[in-house]
């Protein structure tokens, strides 16, 4: 199966500041890469797919960039409702493998 | 509204068995593929398995290959997760997902899990 990475684990930042999170790929997966926000108690949501588009309703200080084996996830200016947990999901082949999840947290 | 209602947790001892519900309204079912999610207790995420739109197509994460079975029936709108012989690391919530396809950069129609529903928590204890 395919191993997805996240980095960093966590993070803590202040409100405005530009977060960045990264996943890897085990192996090229051309842009098949997903990112998902879970906040405490609830589902995930989708924020991004195919690696860079954005999902209907979100809002646009969310982006997604990269290909092969190195993604990205960028919030441009964060706030307090971005406190969530957040997941890359590869649906290159089956099984189709999470990351370990990034925790972010306001400063 | 898409709803995704999940049903059917509870306490199952090891060996026994347990099958899960996902009730789908506001779409018609037969039209899209369907995933089955979990997440153990303050772990993340662990895809599980899905199943194509009439059936015929089903994939599995290895850990519950031989035990579990996705099937569904869109006439009831309805995907189930038959899980026997459970383990201790079954215990988790269980989420069912909608899919929508989309292409990637080889043409290829893929899908990502736009819709999820609350979950139903499952717990494999003696």
């Known amino acids: 199966a395919i191993q997805m990475t996240q980095s960093p684990s966590s993070l803590s930042a202040s409100v405005g500041d530009r977060v960045t999170i990264t996943c890897r790929a085990s192996?090229?997966?051309?842009?098949?890469l997903d990112w998902y926000q879970q906040k405490p108690g609830k589902a995930p949501k989708l924020l991004i797919y195919?690696?860079?588009s954005l999902e209907s309703g979100v809002p646009s200080r969310f982006s997604g960039s990269g290909s092969g084996t190195d993604f990205t996830l960028t919030i441009s200016s964060l706030q307090p409702e971005d406190v969530a947990t957040y997941y890359c999901?590869?649906?290159?082949?089956?099984?189709?493998?999470f990351g370990q999840g990034t925790k972010v947290e306001i400063k | 509204e898409v709803q995704l209602v999940e049903s059917g947790g509870g306490l199952v001892q090891p060996g026994g068995s347990l099958r899960l519900s996902c009730a789908a309204s506001?779409?018609?079912?037969?039209?899209?593929?369907m995933s089955w999610v979990r997440q153990a207790p303050g772990k993340g995420l662990e895809w599980v398995a899905n199943?194509?739109?009439?059936?015929?197509?089903?994939y599995y994460v290895d850990s519950v290959k031989g035990r579990f079975t996705i099937s569904r029936d869109n006439a009831k709108n309805s995907v189930f997760l038959q899980m026997n012989s459970p383990r201790g690391e079954d215990t988790a919530v269980y989420y069912c997902?909608?899919?929508?396809?989309?292409?990637?950069?080889?043409?290829?129609?893929?899908?990502?899990?736009?819709?999820w529903g609350q979950g139903t928590l499952v717990t494999v204890s003696s």
């Open positions: 192996q090229g997966i051309r842009n098949d």
């Open positions: 997902a909608r899919e929508e396809s989309h292409y990637d950069s080889s043409g290829a129609t893929k899908y990502h899990l736009a819709q």
């Open positions: 195919v690696a860079s």
């Open positions: 999901l590869q649906d290159y082949n089956y099984p189709r493998t």
């Open positions: 199943i194509n739109q009439d059936g015929s197509e089903k």
């Open positions: 506001g779409f018609i079912l037969s039209n899209y593929c």
